[in-house]
């Protein structure tokens, strides 16, 4: 056997052996032999750098230093899920989900991790990227931290696709997070708070060493990609487990919402067994045909809800209600509690939502309240203690001014929420819109972050997104932590801000109920800035989406002179404010006023790449069939009920070409 030989039957070796251990859990030799074998190769590559593979299980072991994590597009968006506290929620669930779906339904019923979320995608076999969920968008590529993950593994056996992504969470085993705290107390460091934020900061350190010092796992719950050669959600983990991939046991099939509920009841009560936390249970509908027809709202996919275990609850003093001004000039209290601990991490501040919760739960300082932390990131207060309340407590007064500005606080009929009127005066006000001018969804600009923000406008730099694009590196060095490649780098960020397109500038504008999913819908529909600007309200509201509360504040933000003088600017500093000629190629109107419902497997085109078309020709793609339906366009396999319910109001049914036909 020659030495190129013994070097891939070495490695194929150590990657079966690593696969028995750390996904089997069912080592065949001993460390110690284990340890032999890998230094024989070490040895090995050493002498002979012609055979050097990325993917040998020597570089495991990490080493490689990353300084910026460069920030990658994900192919296929990774959604959040919608979460529900009760069976009712899961009932309400499987009630809409029966309006849109024809015939039996199963489920597939996996926990839920609490860890972080990765997309892995493999091309021939071999992992090529690692990258963070992100914004679901977009990520950080961690694919040398992630390659020294044992689990995770470098090369695949079976009968793999030739390119598909992953989804899996890497996760801190519970013994390994305690054996972790164990040596930094030794150490006399401070313990990790708590498993789930010590894995998510662990895909961050710069040096991959670091990384495989740390008992991190990797879960895998879902594959995605283009015509997969799987048809249920419950095959694709079957799948994953023969190509290689540690794929969690505790996961069922079940024909009914009862299974369900079942499972549920059963892993509520032994979750505590797992070597894993575990916050939840993720219910899928099986079948991924079911899954496409129903498709995703702007945030979630509809076929998967997540059932979270009840929350853990605490009780503290409120010390002292403070209040924030947003960057919309929305107040919000806020809750400054006695440090307490809870869901593994200190809890010092909780939302108080608005003056009517106050007055509703009846919360006072130096109250004793319960603290809970649900689906939000942010703790809120649930209730408070009486038997503890202080005899002369004085009820809760919500203030009148604005904290920051001292102006006189509005609040509009129907809305729970005060507001500072102060637009363009009150510094949170400025700060708040400029953080989110420049933030990842919005403009992206590198080098600039929030402190960064507050910085320009102390020194008074700046006073809205449009001096941004004045700012010069010569300005920026006297700031506090600010040296020439740090200015250089923050003009260069603004600099390249001039390339986002205008769906994502019209987002980062701030105008308020416009959000990533309006804005696309408005940049589509108006294609310039100055044909948004002239708008009726009767016109927006005749965009599709676009409601009454979103009109009226696109017409009240085109209103003020200072928006128009700052759009101005904007403009001659060759901000993109409106569709590209890329942007504009393949669209017309000729499906202007038709609604579309695409339901059945295609042959020509996907699915998506339908409705894709729909759209990019002017017309709306809808889930469900009405009155207001246009066209049915089916593929196979459409759903009978579907199909009577189109005849049954006359909507035109037509094939897959007789649609191309028309385009």
Same mark, same amino acid.
Request: proline share 4%; aromatic share 8%; charged share 25%.
């Given at each position: 056997m020659d030495i190129k030989e013994k070097i891939i039957k070495l490695r194929e070796e150590i990657n079966q052996h690593?696969?028995?251990?750390?996904?089997?859990?069912?080592?065949?030799?001993?460390?110690?032999?284990?340890?032999? @074998?890998?230094?024989?190769?070490?040895e090995l590559e050493g002498e002979h750098p012609e055979y050097f593979d990325a993917n040998s299980p020597t570089q495991r072991v990490g080493g490689t230093i990353t300084k910026n994590f460069e920030t990658v597009v994900h192919e296929f968006a990774m959604h959040s899920l919608d979460n529900s506290y $009760?069976?009712?929620?899961?009932?309400?669930?499987? &009630?809409?989900?029966?309006?849109?779906?024809?015939?039996?339904?199963?489920?597939? %019923?996996?926990?839920k991790y609490d860890g972080a979320s990765m997309s892995l995608t493999?091309?021939?076999?071999?992992?090529?990227?690692?990258?963070?969920?992100?914004?679901?968008?977009?990520?950080?590529?961690?694919?040398?931290?992630?390659?020294?993950?044992?689990?995770?593994?470098?090369?695949? &056996?079976?009968?793999?696709? #030739?390119?598909?992504?992953?989804r899996g969470e890497?996760?801190?085993?519970?013994?390994?997070?305690?054996?972790?705290?164990?040596? /930094?107390?030794?150490?006399g460091e401070e313990p990790y708070a708590n498993p789930r934020n010590t894995a998510s900061g662990s895909l961050k350190l710069q040096d991959s060493a670091e990384v495989a010092r740390r008992p991190l796992? %990797?879960? *895998?719950?879902?594959?995605?990609?283009?015509?997969?050669?799987?048809?249920?959600?419950?095959? $694709?983990?079957?799948?994953? @487990?023969?190509?290689?991939?540690?794929?969690?046991?505790? %996961?069922?099939? =079940?024909?009914? *919402?009862?299974e369900v509920l079942e499972f549920i009841h059963y892993w509520d009560t032994n979750r505590h067994k797992l070597p894993y936390e575990t916050d939840g249970v993720v219910i899928k509908v099986n079948s991924l045909y079911h899954q496409e027809e129903l498709g995703y709202t702007a945030k979630s996919p509809r076929w998967a809800m997540a059932y979270k275990f009840k929350t853990e609850q605490a009780e503290t003093t409120l010390e002292k209600?403070?209040?924030?001004?947003?960057?919309?000039?929305?107040?919000?209290?806020?809750?400054?509690?006695?440090?307490?601990?809870? =869901?593994?991490?200190?809890?010092?501040?909780?939302s108080l939502h608005n003056a009517d919760q106050i007055e509703k739960l009846d919360i006072r300082e130096g109250d004793s309240v319960y603290v809970e932390k649900g689906g939000e990131i942010i703790p809120k207060i649930v209730g408070v203690n009486f038997s503890k309340r202080d005899a002369h407590s004085q009820p809760t007064n919500y203030i009148t001014q604005c904290p920051e500005c001292q102006t006189t606080l509005t609040r509009k009929e129907g809305e729970a929420q005060h507001y500072c009127p102060n637009f363009y005066g009150c510094p949170p006000q400025i700060t708040g819109r400029v953080q989110h001018f420049i933030s990842r969804k919005a403009m992206d600009i590198e080098g600039l972050g929030g402190e960064t923000v507050e910085?320009?406008?102390?020194?008074?730099?700046? #006073?809205?997104?449009?001096?941004?694009?004045?700012?010069?590196?010569? #300005?920026?060095?006297?700031?506090?932590? *600010?040296?020439?490649? $740090?200015?250089?780098?923050? +003009?260069?960020?603004?600099?390249?801000?001039?390339?986002?397109?205008?769906?994502?500038?019209?987002?980062?504008?701030?105008? /308020?109920?416009?959000?990533?999913?309006?804005?696309?819908?408005?940049?589509?529909?108006?294609?310039?800035?100055?044909?948004? #600007?002239? =708008?009726?309200? *009767?016109?927006?509201?005749? +965009?599709?989406?676009?409601?009454? &509360?979103?009109?009226?504040?696109?017409?009240?933000?085109? $209103?003020?002179?200072?928006?128009?003088d700052i759009l101005n600017r904007l403009k001659s500093y060759g901000i993109q404010l409106q569709l590209s000629e890329e942007a504009l190629q393949g669209q017309t109107d000729l499906l202007l006023g038709k609604t579309f419902v695409v339901s059945g497997v295609f042959t020509k085109v996907s699915r998506n790449e339908l409705k894709k078309i729909i759209e990019d020709n002017g017309g709306k793609v809808s889930g469900s069939i009405s009155s207001k339906t246009s066209f049915v366009v089916a593929g196979e396999n459409m759903g009978p009920s579907k199909k009577e319910k189109a005849e049954s109001l006359g909507v035109p049914i037509i094939s897959e070409d007789e649609f191309l036909g028309m385009i």
């Amino acid at each position: 056997m020659d030495i190129k030989e013994k070097i891939i039957k070495l490695r194929e070796e150590i990657n079966q052996h690593n696969y028995n251990y750390y996904v089997l859990d069912a080592p065949v030799i001993s460390d110690f032999e284990f340890d032999q @074998k890998l230094k024989q190769l070490q040895e090995l590559e050493g002498e002979h750098p012609e055979y050097f593979d990325a993917n040998s299980p020597t570089q495991r072991v990490g080493g490689t230093i990353t300084k910026n994590f460069e920030t990658v597009v994900h192919e296929f968006a990774m959604h959040s899920l919608d979460n529900s506290y $009760s069976e009712v929620d899961l009932l309400d669930w499987e &009630k809409r989900i029966k309006k849109m779906i024809d015939g039996q339904l199963q489920y597939t %019923c996996e926990l839920k991790y609490d860890g972080a979320s990765m997309s892995l995608t493999y091309e021939k076999g071999i992992l090529q990227k690692a990258v963070t969920r992100g914004d679901g968008t977009q990520g950080d590529n961690v694919t040398n931290n992630v390659k020294t993950i044992r689990s995770v593994p470098l090369k695949l &056996k079976g009968d793999f696709p #030739q390119k598909f992504h992953i989804r899996g969470e890497i996760i801190l085993p519970l013994a390994g997070f305690a054996k972790m705290n164990e040596e /930094r107390l030794e150490a006399g460091e401070e313990p990790y708070a708590n498993p789930r934020n010590t894995a998510s900061g662990s895909l961050k350190l710069q040096d991959s060493a670091e990384v495989a010092r740390r008992p991190l796992d %990797c879960l *895998m719950y879902g594959i995605v990609g283009d015509r997969l050669p799987i048809t249920t959600q419950f095959e $694709s983990l079957q799948k994953a @487990k023969e190509w290689g991939f540690k794929v969690p046991d505790a %996961c069922t099939l =079940a024909n009914s *919402m009862e299974e369900v509920l079942e499972f549920i009841h059963y892993w509520d009560t032994n979750r505590h067994k797992l070597p894993y936390e575990t916050d939840g249970v993720v219910i899928k509908v099986n079948s991924l045909y079911h899954q496409e027809e129903l498709g995703y709202t702007a945030k979630s996919p509809r076929w998967a809800m997540a059932y979270k275990f009840k929350t853990e609850q605490a009780e503290t003093t409120l010390e002292k209600i403070t209040y924030q001004v947003g960057r919309t000039g929305a107040i919000t209290p806020v809750a400054n509690l006695k440090p307490v601990q809870l =869901a593994g991490t200190t809890v010092k501040r909780a939302s108080l939502h608005n003056a009517d919760q106050i007055e509703k739960l009846d919360i006072r300082e130096g109250d004793s309240v319960y603290v809970e932390k649900g689906g939000e990131i942010i703790p809120k207060i649930v209730g408070v203690n009486f038997s503890k309340r202080d005899a002369h407590s004085q009820p809760t007064n919500y203030i009148t001014q604005c904290p920051e500005c001292q102006t006189t606080l509005t609040r509009k009929e129907g809305e729970a929420q005060h507001y500072c009127p102060n637009f363009y005066g009150c510094p949170p006000q400025i700060t708040g819109r400029v953080q989110h001018f420049i933030s990842r969804k919005a403009m992206d600009i590198e080098g600039l972050g929030g402190e960064t923000v507050e910085l320009l406008f102390k020194a008074g730099l700046i #006073q809205n997104y449009a001096d941004l694009y004045t700012l010069k590196v010569e #300005q920026l060095l006297p700031l506090e932590r *600010m040296a020439q490649k $740090s200015a250089e780098n923050l +003009v260069a960020g603004v600099e390249k801000s001039k390339e986002i397109p205008f769906e994502r500038v019209l987002f980062a504008l701030g105008i /308020r109920f416009v959000g990533e999913t309006v804005a696309k819908k408005l940049a589509k529909h108006y294609k310039t800035i100055e044909a948004l #600007q002239f =708008a009726t309200h *009767m016109e927006l509201i005749m +965009v599709d989406e676009i409601g009454e &509360k979103i009109a009226d504040s696109v017409v009240e933000f085109f $209103s003020k002179q200072e928006n128009l003088d700052i759009l101005n600017r904007l403009k001659s500093y060759g901000i993109q404010l409106q569709l590209s000629e890329e942007a504009l190629q393949g669209q017309t109107d000729l499906l202007l006023g038709k609604t579309f419902v695409v339901s059945g497997v295609f042959t020509k085109v996907s699915r998506n790449e339908l409705k894709k078309i729909i759209e990019d020709n002017g017309g709306k793609v809808s889930g469900s069939i009405s009155s207001k339906t246009s066209f049915v366009v089916a593929g196979e396999n459409m759903g009978p009920s579907k199909k009577e319910k189109a005849e049954s109001l006359g909507v035109p049914i037509i094939s897959e070409d007789e649609f191309l036909g028309m385009i």
